[in-house]
């Protein structure tokens, strides 16, 4: 049996508030899960998550709603997707 990279919701949290920072090159100040599940694919399962984060670059703050989904397995990240929010 393979060991999976991504074993609780809080791994694919954490590493996708990693990849905010390092592609939002800023530090998230806070966040907020909207959802985070497990679904399973025939090529193995996928965490989709679903955040609502504040980004400080600098002295500003910006609020981004972010999307993305995980290889359970690998820990490669599919999708990522940052909206800036309203």
């Given at each position: 049996m393979v060991e999976a990279a991504i074993s609780s919701w809080e791994d694919a949290k954490n590493i996708i508030l990693?990849?905010?920072?390092k592609r939002l090159n800023g530090d998230v100040e806070d966040c907020w899960v909207d959802s985070i599940r497990l679904e399973q694919h025939m090529d193995g399962d996928i965490w989709i998550v679903r955040l609502k984060t504040i980004l400080k670059k600098g002295f500003s703050k910006k609020g981004y709603l972010?999307?993305?989904?995980?290889d359970s397995i690998s820990g490669e990240i599919k999708e990522f997707e940052a909206k800036p929010a309203r």
């Amino acid at each position: 049996m393979v060991e999976a990279a991504i074993s609780s919701w809080e791994d694919a949290k954490n590493i996708i508030l990693k990849e905010i920072e390092k592609r939002l090159n800023g530090d998230v100040e806070d966040c907020w899960v909207d959802s985070i599940r497990l679904e399973q694919h025939m090529d193995g399962d996928i965490w989709i998550v679903r955040l609502k984060t504040i980004l400080k670059k600098g002295f500003s703050k910006k609020g981004y709603l972010v999307s993305a989904k995980v290889d359970s397995i690998s820990g490669e990240i599919k999708e990522f997707e940052a909206k800036p929010a309203r």
